[in-house]
């Protein structure tokens, strides 16, 4: 059995791990290519695109592919309908690997936003000193801004066009409540934006705007299809593909 996960996050590489060893399942995860130094997961590896929903499903069909999972970044645009169309082209059974979206708490200022265009038209009445935290695409939204100071935390340098009063902090997560307190702190920030991405790697400055009494801006979640089965975690992934394709137990660290 030939699994391919459209990867690139921490839960793909994680439901990689719990697949790997399986006898008789060959697994392979795709990378769109976005960040210079990906952490690949265990098994075969691809990067790169594969020319929108037709390319896919010619992929699908010539490896002979019996599953698809899409475990790709909630803000991942159009692969999450690339894969809907791929899959019923090629008639492979697809499932979404979704990380739970966050959830505001009493003592949470949330500023909801559609895109970040909308996030960039709220900030100037919310603070001075922005903590961007919406990665390295999409700095031209707020490159208007030039009345406000802007750290901008992404994996890889972000390019141009970005806000002229920029500082660029290079980090990758799981980040920490301490410091996320103290990067708060040391660089007087005063309002925070953030994408709705889930998860605990990078929640912890949630928690942190919150004890500091920060607005933070929080972008919504582009749409997705919905006709596709969803879990939320890649256990729930492993034991939807077990069933599916027959595969008994499904090995891998922490899978017993």
């Given at each position: 059995?030939?699994?391919?996960?459209?990867?690139?996050?921490?839960?793909?590489?994680?439901?990689?791990?719990?697949?790997?060893?399986?006898?008789?399942?060959?697994?392979?995860?795709s990378l769109a290519g976005r960040v210079a130094r990906p952490r690949l997961p265990p098994g075969e590896v691809r990067v790169?695109?594969?020319?929108?929903?037709?390319g896919m499903a010619g992929w699908l069909a010539e490896q002979s592919v019996d599953a698809l999972i899409d475990a790709t970044?909630?803000?991942?645009g159009t692969i999450g309908f690339h894969a809907a169309e791929a899959a019923a082209t090629a008639h492979v059974p697809l499932?979404?690997?979704?990380?739970?979206?966050?959830?505001?708490?009493?003592?949470?200022?949330?500023?909801?936003?559609?895109?970040?265009?909308?996030?960039?038209?709220?900030?100037?009445?919310?603070?001075?000193?922005?903590?961007?935290?919406?990665?390295?695409?999409?700095?031209?939204?707020?490159?208007?801004?030039?009345?406000?100071?802007?750290?901008?935390?992404?994996?890889?340098?972000?390019?141009?066009?970005?806000?002229?009063?920029?500082?660029?902090?290079?980090?990758?997560?799981?980040?920490?409540?301490?410091?996320?307190?103290?990067?708060?702190?040391?660089?007087?920030?005063?309002?925070?934006?953030?994408?709705?991405?889930?998860?605990?790697?990078?929640?912890?400055?949630?928690?942190?705007?919150?004890?500091?009494?920060?607005?933070?801006?929080?972008?919504?979640?582009?749409?997705?299809?919905?006709?596709?089965?969803?879990?939320?975690?890649?256990?729930?992934?492993?034991?939807?593909?077990?069933?599916?394709?027959?595969?008994?137990?499904?090995?891998?660290?922490?899978?017993?």
């Amino acid at each position: 059995m030939h699994v391919l996960i459209l990867g690139g996050t921490s839960e793909a590489r994680r439901l990689a791990e719990l697949l790997h060893g399986t006898p008789g399942l060959r697994l392979t995860s795709s990378l769109a290519g976005r960040v210079a130094r990906p952490r690949l997961p265990p098994g075969e590896v691809r990067v790169g695109g594969f020319g929108g929903a037709e390319g896919m499903a010619g992929w699908l069909a010539e490896q002979s592919v019996d599953a698809l999972i899409d475990a790709t970044h909630p803000f991942a645009g159009t692969i999450g309908f690339h894969a809907a169309e791929a899959a019923a082209t090629a008639h492979v059974p697809l499932l979404a690997l979704r990380r739970p979206g966050w959830v505001p708490v009493e003592g949470d200022r949330w500023h909801d936003a559609g895109s970040l265009a909308e996030a960039a038209r709220l900030l100037p009445a919310l603070g001075r000193r922005v903590f961007l935290t919406t990665g390295r695409m999409g700095l031209a939204a707020f490159a208007d801004l030039a009345g406000l100071w802007f750290l901008v935390r992404s994996v890889d340098p972000p390019g141009s066009p970005r806000p002229p009063r920029t500082e660029v902090l290079l980090d990758r997560g799981p980040f920490t409540l301490d410091g996320e307190r103290e990067l708060l702190l040391r660089h007087g920030i005063d309002v925070l934006v953030t994408k709705d991405s889930g998860g605990a790697a990078t929640a912890p400055k949630l928690t942190a705007a919150r004890e500091a009494g920060l607005p933070v801006v929080v972008v919504r979640r582009p749409p997705v299809p919905a006709d596709v089965p969803v879990v939320p975690d890649p256990r729930a992934a492993a034991r939807w593909l077990a069933e599916r394709l027959g595969l008994g137990v499904v090995h891998g660290p922490g899978s017993g």
